[in-house]
């Protein structure tokens, strides 16, 4: 009988999409991948997810799960190793506590608007991006890269001296932002030593290579020695 891979409905602009599929390729998981434009609000989709959002995850057996959170951590507990939360209580908490810092805090702050200027725009056809409401994402940009390189001032990764789901979680949100060329990493160098290692990762190969059609990425955003 052929084996029916886990589905992944998802879009890869969307770092929460891209934080399920790193943590699919840590934990050895094989699946398919299906492109689902949300705006659509397809009857088959809604029916997997009644939130319209993805990222959705459908297993072998049709069990549908949606949100990254609970999609990564439902993985996690079935998968067991390698442990991409911690090895005690206290390295858990911490590692989620930046989970939740990257994937609310700076999502709201920085990411979602710099995607809806340049990217939800121009795939919409909805005009220019707004150079002001750009700047001010900038800006708090570099407050989230300082944030960042005061972390790994002590860490060799953001939690701990392990790679962990934090990890994943920030390299998500980087990623998206880096593609459309808006990461100022000449002033970030312990970011970029540590955004490197995340781009040498087996995992991280998928994201590197997703594409816009009619928009390509900036030069140096699939070489890990930019």
Known sequence: ??????????DPMSPFCRKVRIVLDEMGVRFSLTQEDVSLR????????????????????????ADSQAIVEFVQDVRKEPDLLGPDPAQRAET??????????????VTSVIIEEKIHKWRQKRG???????????????????????????????????????????ASQISCIDYVGDIPWSSSQ??????????????????????LAGMPPDDHYADPDF
Do not use: C
Not at 198 to 208: A, D, E, G, M, N
């Open 42 to 65: 397809r009857e088959e989709f809604l029916a997997l997810n009644p939130a319209g959002e993805v990222p959705v995850l459908v297993d072998g057996n049709g069990f549908a799960l």
């Open 190 to 211: 312990a970011t970029r030593e540590w955004y490197a290692r995340i781009k040498s990762r087996p995992s991280f190969q998928p994201i590197l290579d997703d594409r």
């Open 128 to 170: 220019k991006p707004d150079s002001a409401v750009l700047a001010a994402a900038r800006g708090r940009l570099r407050l989230h890269l300082d944030y960042m390189e005061s972390l790994l001032a002590t860490r060799f990764w953001l939690a701990s001296e392990r790679f962990s789901l934090a990890d994943i979680a920030a």
């Open 1 to 10: 009988m052929r084996e029916v891979l886990p589905e992944l409905f998802h």
């Open 96 to 109: 989620r506590r930046l989970v939740a810092w990257f994937d609310r805090k700076m999502y709201r702050d």
